[in-house]
């Protein structure tokens, strides 16, 4: 069976540093996978790399996210499928949305833990609402492949956990660039460390611990 992903001997270099060094990787569908290491150990451009490969295939939620502020939650939730729909069935969605629109919206959305926020504008959320909007967004999406940098990382530990559990149930193959080691553990089938641009472990989340993980921070927290 081909991978979703595959990298090989994949090197990335940024106004001449290195940031990526020699990774191999391959990712099959149905696993999920979390990418831990402290910040500059390269799992954003990793993540960049995957999506570039599979670009029609990805709900894509990067840390940057994104928003437009001035619109409420259920339209930026909404943008995860704006390439299913014409420029005009969209441009009516956004002026006047239909029922069938927001019945679908407002599904995530309380799962999300935002239904009352529905219609409220992105830019009155706090930093944690915003970034349940950017997960819901991409969930909204539809697609088969989740890749997520750091996309729970504004709310609290529990409900971090809850959401990244919606989003593995709700995606045959998922990679999340994590730096909660307990939340990676928790939530993810198989852990890939990087360091330095390097791939220094990848195992089984079943055989790890968080002390077999601690070093990958060595230069303190990330």
Aim: hydrophobic fraction near 45%; aromatic fraction near 4%; include cysteine.
């Amino acid at each position: 069976m081909n991978p979703v992903f595959h990298l090989d001997n994949a090197s990335v270099s940024y106004g001449g540093k290195a940031v990526l060094a020699g990774v191999t990787l391959r990712i099959a569908a149905g696993e999920k996978v979390a990418l831990v290491g402290e910040s500059g150990a390269g799992k954003s451009t990793l993540l960049r790399l995957l999506r570039e490969q599979q670009p029609q295939q990805v709900a894509w939620c990067p840390q940057a996210q994104g928003l437009v502020p001035v619109l409420s939650v259920f339209h930026n939730i909404y943008m995860g499928q704006l390439d299913r729909h014409g420029t005009l069935y969209n441009l009516a969605n956004l002026l006047k949305p239909r029922e069938r629109e927001v019945n679908a919206v407002g599904q995530v959305a309380t799962m999300l833990g935002l239904a009352e926020k529905l219609f409220t504008s992105v830019d009155r959320l706090s930093g944690g609402q915003q970034q349940r909007v950017a997960v819901g967004r991409a969930l909204f999406a539809g697609k088969p492949v989740f890749l997520g940098d750091e996309p729970v990382s504004a709310v609290d530990e529990y409900q971090a956990e809850d959401i990244a559990q919606l989003i593995t149930a709700a995606h045959d193959t998922v990679v999340l660039a994590l730096h909660d080691i307990t939340l990676a553990l928790a939530c993810c089938e198989r852990v890939v460390g990087l360091q330095d641009g390097k791939i220094v472990l990848d195992a089984p989340a079943a055989t790890l611990t968080a002390n077999d993980l601690a070093p990958l921070y060595r230069r303190g927290a990330a």
